[in-house]
């Protein structure tokens, strides 16, 4: 075991008081010494992901904002809208750690040979808690990173990579034989691009804007939606034709997107039908929501038969019933393609007294398309 002396070091908190306040502070905790099969990681990247923005803003109004404390030990607040304050029932009055995933080196191990084997490596870990300088961890959620992967490069190596292969095992499990994804020119959406390619899947996606749609054909996909244009409806269904998708991962949530989908999907199949049917065809037709970039209400038209369903998913869930070695098997190839299909890229490197500023929150809180930050909890 590391003689090394028990550790205290800066860890991000998010509190939602009984008024409807929200706090995010940094916090002083003291880092345990190892149990024996366990590790304690110097964590020295940590990525801002769309699930980590929900636990830390919560359902706060971010426009509202404000700043105190000092530089170093800084604290923002902001307010709940009384509306959603029902929401946050749950966490009242906790002070919960923020961060899914992140990277760094293995500084003190438990006696165990599995955790020794550990120390000095570069792992990527996955157990929450990340943003925080150090983090006490069982060593079997440690992926040993490849020989020469630096932190900032393993950082992101299990939430998105790991949610877009298990959407496209999702598709290949549920008996489906392409599928659509929205919010495409995202990291994750990228990532399933370059998965699709390689794999030969046909992949539909569905962007916002020209210039993401001009990105994604830039990687080589073929077929691109954008959702702002006058004949987005006849686009995603021709796409649809082509390519046989019959499922669909939309980020949005809210919003008539969902419908959208599966209104075109009944479209498509309904070319290739030989008979009319009152009842729609006989396909299933599959929307699952994994994120909720539009936080109101999903709103949908029932014109696509009866064969259809809109459900949720999340990554965790689905690791759980595809069982250990399913799951290891889509981590081994997450770490082999590591700096090719799954490198994820950076707009900004910051610390976490700098994941605290309003003007950074600002950029970081919008979940844009290019504005995805990586915190170094332990960057001076």
Known sequence: MSTNPTRTGLQLRSLVKPNGELEISLLSVATPDPAPDEVVVRIEATPINPSDIGLLFGAADISTA???????????????PDQLMKGMAARLGQSLPVGNEGAGVVVAAGSSGTA???????????????????????????????EGTTPAEG?????????????????????????????????????????????????????????????????GAKYVCDSSTPTFMEDLTQALV????????????????????????????NRTAKEYSRYGSTTHKQVYLYGGLDTGPTEFNRNFGMAWGIGGWLLFPFLQR?????????????????KTTFASSY??????????????????????????YLINPNKA
């Open 66 to 80: 404000k700043m105190s404390g000092t530089p170093a030990s800084p604290v923002v607040t902001a307010q709940i």
């Open 155 to 219: 950082a992101s190596c299990f939430v998105n990579p790991l949610t877009a292969l298990g959407m496209v095992e999702t598709m290949r499990r549920e008996g489906h034989k392409a599928l659509v994804h929205t919010a495409a020119a995202s990291n994750l959406g990228q990532m399933l691009n370059k998965i699709c390619i390689k794999d030969q899947i046909g992949l539909v996606n569905v962007v916002r804007k020209p210039e993401q749609a001009t990105l994604l054909k830039r990687m």
């Open 242 to 269: 082509d390519t046989g998708a019959t499922i669909a991962f939309d980020a949005t949530g809210g919003g008539k997107l969902a419908g959208q989908i599966l209104t075109c999907m009944e479209a498509a199949l």
């Open 347 to 372: 707009s900004k490197e910051i610390s976490l007294a700098e994941a605290l500023q309003p003007e950074v929150i600002a950029v970081y809180g919008q979940r844009a398309t290019g504005t995805k």
């Open 116 to 146: 020794q084997a550990l120390l000095g490596k570069t792992v990527a870990v996955l157990g929450g808690a990340m943003y925080a300088q150090y983090r006490c961890i069982q060593a079997d959620q440690c992926l040993v990173l490849p």
């Open 322 to 338: 595809i069982g250990v070695e399913a799951a290891q098997a889509l981590r081994q190839r997450v770490a082999a393609e590591l």
